[in-house]
């Protein structure tokens, strides 16, 4: 009867460690790329469902390589930057010229990092490759209170594009 007790009270903490991986393990890794502004700006995007302007930033060796049909290297960071998008007095996005969202208050980051041998510490039902995010907020410091498995549960459909939602705006970004 004690052993059964025992090997129960093993099993505990060991499942409780394993339910908690994909919330919390990884982010701790990537650091704010201070320098994010270097990299290739690949893509903007208005999303009419939370009326947000977004911009997406590539390192240039990952721009490279997708351009070039070849993997997308370890130690490549893609940084996306959320602003508000101005609203007019109805609280409708206000476009430029073009139609686009224009922006305004920046909201947040949330940043991509591929990395050889990372993701291990991921269920396969949710592991992403190499790649792992952190979500950062304005003021750059880590959102602990993001949901980063809505990342992951996004970007897994995108195995054959290395998990990469705008992949082919790489190819045609201006350098």
């Known amino acids: 009867m004690t052993r059964r007790w025992s090997i129960a009270f093993m099993l505990v903490p060991l499942t409780l460690s394993l339910a908690s991986v994909p919330g919390s393990a990884g982010p701790e890794k990537i650091a704010f790329p201070a320098n994010y502004k270097d990299h290739v700006l690949y893509a903007t995007v208005d999303r009419y469902d939370n009326k947000q302007y977004r911009e997406l930033y590539g ?3 990952a721009v490279k390589a997708v351009r070039e049909g070849k993997p997308i290297p370890s130690g490549t960071i893609l940084t996306l930057v959320q602003y508000k998008a101005q609203v007019d007095g109805a609280g409708n996005p206000v476009k430029d010229a073009n139609g686009r969202f224009i922006k305004g208050n920046l909201l947040a980051y949330t940043v991509m990092e591929k990395r050889t041998g990372w993701g291990t510490e991921y269920p396969d039902n949710v592991r992403n490759g190499e790649w792992g995010y952190q979500a950062f907020k304005a003021d750059k410091t ?11 549960n996004c970007h897994k459909p995108y195995e054959k594009q290395d998990y990469v939602l705008l992949y082919d705006k790489m190819k ?4």
Not at 142 to 152: D, G, R, S
Not at 172 to 175: G, L, R
């Open 59 to 61: 390192t240039p060796e």
């Open 142 to 152: 880590p959102n602990t209170a993001a949901k980063l498995e809505a990342c992951f």
């Open 172 to 175: 045609t970004a201006e350098k």
